[in-house]
């Protein structure tokens, strides 16, 4: 037997304690379990199952975190996922014992490390990107003006149509209904920064598909494709505050711009862009943090 044994019984553990998990959760979850048993196992500690967890486990790896320079967020957030699957198998007690306070990783900001990237930075990323691949920079136009996240603009072949009626519609709201590529397969609506330059984008987009075999990313496979898109992004310089995310990040402090300058409140706003970025209104707080710490607090939004 191995850590692999332990790995495997984290995941079941986990599965009973939270049920349906988005796929990007579980996939995130199956890798700290991994490398929480990998370290067990080098350090000595042969266990096999969850009930085999002790104290001084928990500690001896959050001690290893700390000594490799891990973020207070990132210990936090492996944390949680072995309590998830503590809680699994009815350890709650011992869970609440192993709180991120008493580990001293409480308090980690969950700021996001990304910047909006405004139109004129996204313009000289845009040229860049489309030069090595055309299809790509489709994606991350419509990403921009419809703040998707980058599964949801590989897929989005599927609902151009649907948009672009959605969008031309003179007697609809404009909203597109996003439902390919969704984090746990929810399905959502939302505006987007500007009705006719999204129809134009769509259709452009629809265009490109045609002429190539239904897709934006010509790839054939939804892997591949998101590695090229990763790739093409990277190559162009999208790394780090400037990564594609940031222009969801755009969309949503842009959104919120224009919500607190109709008078809409602060609270209100953040539910609204919530739940247009597909979190949901009750994680309204969750924005204010991340996307808007600067929009709904009064201050300026760079361009780029």
């Known amino acids: 037997m191995s850590h692999q044994s332990l790995t495997a019984d984290l995941c079941r553990a986990a599965r009973r304690a939270r049920g349906k998990q988005a796929d990007d959760t579980r996939r995130g979850r199956e890798q700290a379990f991994a490398r ?59 869970a609440d014992k192993v709180s991120n306070a008493s580990l001293g990783v409480a308090g980690a900001s969950r700021a996001g490390t990304k910047r909006p990237m405004g139109p004129d930075v996204f313009e000289t990323y845009r040229v860049e990107v489309a030069v090595t691949d055309l299809g790509v920079a489709l994606v991350m136009e419509l990403q921009f003006e419809l703040g998707l996240r980058a599964e949801e603009g590989v897929q989005s072949v599927k609902s151009l149509a649907d948009w672009h009626r959605a969008l031309t519609n003179p007697i609809g709201d404009g909203f597109v209904t996003v439902l390919h590529g969704t984090k746990g397969g929810k399905t959502r609506r939302g505006p987007p920064l500007d009705r006719e330059r999204a129809a134009e984008i769509v259709r452009r987009a629809m265009e490109f598909s045609r002429q190539h075999r239904g897709r934006l990313v010509r790839k054939p496979d939804m892997e591949k494709a998101m ?21 969801r990040y755009w969309y949503a402090t842009e959104h919120l711009r224009r919500l607190k300058a109709a008078g809409v409140s602060r609270r209100e706003a953040a ?34």
Do not use: C
């Not at 490799?68 to 492996?78: L, V, Y």
């Not at 590695?227 to 222009?247: C, D, F, T």
């Open 36 to 94: 929480f048993a990998q370290f067990l196992w080098n350090a000595g500690y042969q266990i096999h199952t969850v009930g085999q967890i002790r104290e001084k486990h928990f500690r001896a790896w959050i001690d290893d975190m700390v000594a490799r320079a891990r973020s207070k967020r990132t210990i936090a957030n492996n944390a949680t996922h072995i309590r998830t699957a503590l809680e699994g198998i009815g350890r709650r007690p011992f």
């Open 227 to 247: 590695e090229r898109y990763h790739y093409v992004a990277g190559k162009a310089g999208m790394k780090g505050e400037n990564a594609p995310h940031s222009l």
């Open 271 to 304: 539910a609204a862009v919530s739940t247009w970025l597909g979190h949901g209104d009750g994680r309204g707080t969750w924005v204010e943090l991340v996307y808007g710490r600067e929009e709904l607090a009064g201050g300026e939004v760079s361009n780029g």
